[in-house]
């Protein structure tokens, strides 16, 4: 008689799997954006419709630090910008699964459970990637330029993406404790306050003493700051240790978020089943 026995997977073939489930899960995403084009659509043309308001609506009574051309200050925080929104989307349909019941459908299946926020958070990164080339091209339309090295520009765009990867999380996070969808718009209007009072739309040194102060320690003011300076464009300076090393507060900001925000979101997805 013969005994039918399932064959040890080595860890190659595990880690294997792992990327085979959490592509699957990045398709299963993929999918939707041609399922729902006018969604995706709405989300990639806002930040320009934003872009070219401030630009030619307001841009003409906007004084840049230091002087300069606005369009140049204002792109590169708009980028910044661009990187915070879109989350509530990750986050509502984080939300519907779990109240349909899709995710507990895949965690009965012979697949790694953390495929599902891998293949989330990976289709979220490429829906930033196509919504940043959209507004860099945007940005050069209206008379936006980048002076500095092709290296440089590679640099800004990491750090572009690195915030967003943080801010991902932070909104995986929140959408699996918020657990239901209508509870993600209270988080979203989160993202206004906190974009407004940061360095996307006027310098720190411009604003009231208690306000400026924090906005120099907005982890996106690190971001357009080091991103300005990267990119060759005005408003980079400012006396305090915050300007002078947005730098490293461009990398240690979502490095810090990310370090909080990862473990919470993988505790709480791990809990869900209990």
Request: proline share 5%; aromatic share 10%.
């Amino acid at each position: 008689m013969t005994t039918l026995t399932t064959p040890a997977r080595s860890a190659g073939s595990d880690v294997g799997w792992w990327l085979a489930d959490s592509w699957n899960m990045t398709r299963r995403e993929l999918a939707h954006w041609a399922r729902r084009p006018w969604q995706l659509t709405i989300g990639l043309t806002f930040p320009v419709m934003m872009l070219v308001m401030f630009a030619f609506f307001f841009g003409g009574g906007m004084r840049v630090t230091g002087g300069g051309d606005y369009k140049e200050f204002l792109v590169p925080g708009m980028l910044v910008l661009t990187m915070a929104f879109g989350l509530e989307g990750t986050m509502t349909a984080l939300t519907q699964d779990l109240n349909t019941g899709v995710v507990d459908r895949f965690r009965s299946m012979p697949m790694a459970p953390s495929a599902v926020l891998v293949g989330r958070s990976v289709a979220d990164m490429l829906e930033s990637v196509v919504s940043l080339l959209i507004m860099v091209g945007a940005g050069l339309a209206i008379g936006w330029r980048w002076h500095g090295s092709l290296a440089a520009a590679l640099a800004a765009v990491g750090l572009l993406l690195l915030l967003r990867f943080s801010m991902l999380w932070c909104g995986i996070w929140l959408g699996l404790i918020a657990g239901r969808p209508e509870l993600v718009m209270a988080v979203q209007i989160l993202v206004w306050p906190v974009s407004f009072s940061s360095a996307v739309f006027a310098s720190p040194e411009s604003m009231p003493s208690v306000l400026g102060v924090i906005a120099e320690w907005n982890p996106m003011s690190a971001t357009a700051t080091a991103v300005r300076d990267l990119f060759g464009n005005p408003g980079v300076g400012g006396a305090s240790w915050a300007a002078e090393h947005a730098h490293l507060l461009a990398v240690a900001w979502p490095l810090a978020l990310l370090a909080i925000a990862f473990p919470m979101a993988a505790a709480r997805f791990r809990g869900l089943s209990h």
